[in-house]
């Protein structure tokens, strides 16, 4: 076991607790019961592959035996005043006395088909031989199985001539004795290779999962908001892991953060219009002066539009902080984007908004509603910062590049402002016409969309400043 299921003694967890399943199985388990499975299957066969080896090994010992006696017997008839004589060698039976429990039977049939001598209903093979060859072959005699081999030789003599056959039989005792203590000797070796092979395999196994348990300690070491990389040396399998584990704890530790700067700006901006609005409010309900009242009721208005803007951008900011990395991209045209963000402008704000379109589509990777933020927060800017008319364009630049474009005719922004693009609440302070979020909502739909933040003079005068992304295919 790799104790990735479980949490080690002297381990200390941080403040996490073990996620444990009870159906869940660990790797090291995993792997030794495959190759106990692979191993018992293995040796399974090999005992088989002995038995019949063993079995084949005394056939082939005896069946020598067997032939040789037959031989020997053959060897030794002969024909005498037209007879077929048979003298048995003593030799022949001294081979086969080896197997000393086993019984010899024989028959030597003649030419004519008759016994010349030994046991006369010794059957023989259901397979007939030609010419001297010696059939090997199995049977029942007595009750009793056999092996027997029939040898045949032909005589060529004036008086007699034909085939003579040779039956000689062995009972299989001492023959099926010696397979089994052939495939015994064998079947010990192989048992013991296997135990051998299963403690040097779980023994590598223990050794190759070693990485397993550095890494399990390292994160269990580490403090519960540690979201820095994991760096463990590891083998290639483990690291791409280790890889994918770092890339997601990247992005947690990117959302994270995300999360604690809109609760710390919330937190911080907030704070500060809702005490004003408290105390004005205050000093409207203690006021008697219907003039003095008057301006403290336009203040309160002030206050309250200033503070909804601030909660919409704060909003706005955190929703585009969230679809960067759970919206899908997907290929839009430019000239919709532009269309909805005017139409969402001009539902709001008294200022009219041009809008200028190419014929052709302009077509790009990317989130709508992402898109359409940024496009109404440029508007915005500048309809409060700028000067009317303003104009929305959508353009291609070149082959590979498009262009989005909120056009006024004002200054354009300071060089100050400009070198700050990006940062969060770089007004002075929240108001009814700016809570210092725009541009930073802009900048993180860019760096989402890998597109670029452009600023220019336009032409006839003005100030222009957009987003230019790459041109996905039309």
Same mark, same amino acid.
Request: glycine share 8%; aromatic share 4%.
């Given at each position: 076991?790799?104790?990735?299921?479980?949490?080690?003694?002297?381990?200390?967890?941080? *403040?996490?607790?073990?996620?444990?399943?009870?159906?869940?199985?660990?790797?090291?388990?995993?792997?030794?019961?495959?190759?106990?499975?692979?191993?018992?299957?293995?040796?399974?066969?090999?005992?088989?592959?002995?038995?019949?080896?063993?079995?084949?090994?005394?056939?082939?010992?005896?069946?020598?035996?067997?032939?040789?006696?037959?031989?020997?017997?053959?060897?030794?008839?002969?024909v005498a005043d037209g007879q077929t004589q048979v003298d048995l060698p003593v030799s022949a039976f001294e081979l086969l006395s080896l197997a000393r429990n086993d019984r010899v039977f024989?028959?030597?049939?003649?030419?004519?088909?008759?016994?010349?001598?030994?046991?006369?209903d010794l059957p023989r093979p259901a397979r007939q031989s030609r010419g001297a060859g010696a059939v090997i072959y199995d049977a029942r005699y007595k009750g009793t199985p056999v092996r027997?081999?029939?040898?045949?030789?032909?005589?060529?003599?004036?008086?007699?001539?034909?085939?003579?056959?040779?039956?000689?039989?062995?009972?299989?005792?001492?023959?099926?004795?010696?397979?089994?203590?052939?495939?015994?000797?064998?079947?010990?070796?192989?048992?013991?290779?296997?135990?051998?092979?299963?403690?040097?395999?779980?023994?590598?196994?223990?050794?190759?999962?070693?990485?397993?348990?550095?890494?399990?300690?390292?994160?269990? $070491?580490?403090?519960?908001?540690?979201?820095?990389?994991?760096?463990?040396?590891?083998?290639?399998?483990?690291?791409?892991?280790?890889?994918?584990?770092?890339?997601? $704890?990247?992005?947690?530790?990117?959302?994270?953060?995300?999360?604690?700067?809109?609760?710390?700006?919330?937190?911080?901006?907030?704070?500060?219009?809702?005490?004003?609005?408290?105390?004005?409010? &205050?000093?409207?309900?203690?006021?008697?002066?219907?003039?003095?009242?008057?301006?403290? *009721?336009?203040?309160?208005?002030?206050?309250?539009?200033?503070?909804?803007?601030?909660?919409?951008?704060?909003?706005? *900011?955190?929703?585009?902080?969230?679809?960067?990395?759970?919206?899908?991209?997907?290929?839009?045209?430019?000239?919709?984007?532009?269309?909805?963000?005017?139409?969402?402008?001009?539902?709001?704000?008294?200022?009219?908004?041009?809008?200028?379109?190419?014929?052709?589509?302009?077509?790009?990777?990317?989130?709508?509603?992402?898109?359409?933020?940024?496009?109404?927060?440029?508007?915005?800017?500048?309809?409060?910062?700028?000067?009317?008319?303003?104009?929305?364009?959508?353009?291609?630049?070149?082959?590979? &590049?498009?262009?989005?474009?909120?056009?006024?005719?004002?200054?354009?922004?300071?060089?100050?402002?400009?070198?700050?693009?990006?940062?969060?609440?770089?007004?002075?302070?929240?108001?009814?016409?700016?809570?210092?979020?725009?541009?930073?909502?802009?900048?993180?739909?860019?760096?989402?969309?890998?597109?670029?933040?452009?600023?220019?003079?336009?032409?006839?005068?003005?100030?222009?400043?957009?987003? &230019?992304?790459?041109?996905?295919?039309?």
């Amino acid at each position: 076991m790799t104790g990735l299921d479980r949490i080690r003694p002297g381990i200390a967890p941080g *403040h996490a607790r073990p996620i444990s399943s009870a159906k869940s199985q660990s790797i090291a388990f995993r792997l030794g019961l495959a190759m106990v499975l692979i191993l018992i299957a293995v040796v399974t066969a090999t005992i088989l592959a002995a038995n019949q080896f063993g079995q084949a090994a005394s056939d082939e010992t005896f069946d020598r035996l067997l032939r040789g006696a037959a031989l020997q017997i053959a060897e030794r008839i002969s024909v005498a005043d037209g007879q077929t004589q048979v003298d048995l060698p003593v030799s022949a039976f001294e081979l086969l006395s080896l197997a000393r429990n086993d019984r010899v039977f024989y028959r030597v049939i003649g030419p004519d088909g008759r016994t010349l001598t030994g046991y006369d209903d010794l059957p023989r093979p259901a397979r007939q031989s030609r010419g001297a060859g010696a059939v090997i072959y199995d049977a029942r005699y007595k009750g009793t199985p056999v092996r027997a081999v029939m040898l045949t030789r032909q005589l060529a003599e004036r008086s007699i001539s034909g085939p003579v056959m040779i039956l000689v039989a062995q009972t299989t005792g001492e023959r099926g004795a010696l397979a089994t203590s052939i495939a015994t000797r064998a079947v010990l070796i192989i048992a013991a290779a296997g135990v051998l092979l299963l403690f040097l395999a779980l023994v590598a196994l223990r050794i190759a999962l070693r990485p397993l348990a550095r890494v399990e300690r390292a994160m269990l $070491m580490r403090e519960a908001n540690d979201l820095s990389p994991i760096n463990v040396p590891a083998p290639q399998e483990i690291a791409i892991l280790l890889q994918a584990i770092n890339r997601f $704890m990247g992005r947690l530790d990117k959302r994270i953060e995300a999360m604690q700067n809109f609760v710390a700006d919330a937190a911080h901006q907030i704070r500060t219009p809702i005490t004003a609005l408290r105390a004005q409010a &205050q000093l409207a309900l203690e006021e008697k002066d219907p003039a003095r009242l008057a301006r403290l *009721h336009k203040r309160l208005y002030a206050r309250s539009v200033g503070l909804g803007r601030l909660a919409d951008q704060l909003l706005s *900011h955190a929703l585009i902080a969230h679809r960067a990395d759970t919206a899908a991209m997907e290929k839009i045209d430019l000239r919709r984007v532009a269309l909805e963000a005017e139409r969402e402008t001009r539902a709001v704000a008294d200022e009219a908004v041009s809008v200028e379109l190419p014929d052709e589509e302009v077509w790009v990777e990317g989130d709508p509603v992402s898109l359409r933020e940024a496009v109404k927060n440029l508007v915005n800017n500048a309809i409060r910062h700028g000067r009317p008319p303003v104009t929305l364009r959508v353009a291609r630049q070149g082959d590979d &590049q498009a262009q989005i474009l909120v056009i006024d005719k004002g200054d354009g922004m300071p060089a100050e402002a400009a070198a700050r693009i990006g940062e969060r609440f770089t007004s002075d302070g929240i108001s009814p016409e700016s809570a210092g979020l725009g541009l930073s909502i802009v900048a993180s739909v860019a760096a989402m969309h890998g597109a670029s933040i452009v600023r220019h003079e336009a032409e006839g005068g003005g100030f222009a400043i957009g987003l &230019q992304f790459p041109m996905g295919p039309s």
